[in-house]
């Protein structure tokens, strides 16, 4: 039974469940995503100095960058695949094995566990890429790879 655990929990980790709902794009999209949260207590710092009071509406992307875009992909579309190793950025997988992925190409994958990526940016077409414009976050599904 142990043995049969660990046999499963591996083919997991070397194949995780794809994230369902997801096809590849048909057609483009893009649109923007506003990071703004409204602050639920207020937040003090450790001398209890008020930092944002309750209500008060904050966007993340006034103090921090987002970095190098975010990918997302099939990783088991080889076009796409290719793709994203053209592109700057992280790669996150919808489908595919991240691991064989890294094997095969030497590039880091990251794989969107249980679709929060996904959900929290309501993506419905891969490839997508998210990338900060400004104050928002710009999301595009791609129907082009080539």
Known sequence: MEEDIKKRVK???LNPLPIEGI????????????????????I????????????TKVNPLKTF?????????????????SWALAQ????ALVKGSPIE???QT??????????KIIEKFQIRQVPARINQ??????????KETT
Not at 133 to 142: C, K, R
């Open 11 to 13: 083919e997991r980790v």
């Open 23 to 42: 096809q590849k794009t048909q057609e483009e999209r893009s649109y923007y995503f506003d990071p703004s949260i409204t602050v639920e207590n207020d």
């Open 44 to 55: 003090r710092d450790h001398k209890g100095t008020l930092i944002h009071a309750k209500g």
């Open 65 to 81: 960058s987002w970095g190098t875009p975010l990918l997302l992909i099939d990783g088991s579309d080889q076009e796409q695949v």
């Open 88 to 91: 700057s950025g992280k790669v």
């Open 101 to 103: 992925l890294y094997r």
């Open 106 to 115: 030497g590039h880091r994958f990251y794989f969107d566990q249980g679709g």
């Open 133 to 142: 414009d400004g104050l928002n976050l710009l999301i595009e599904e791609i």
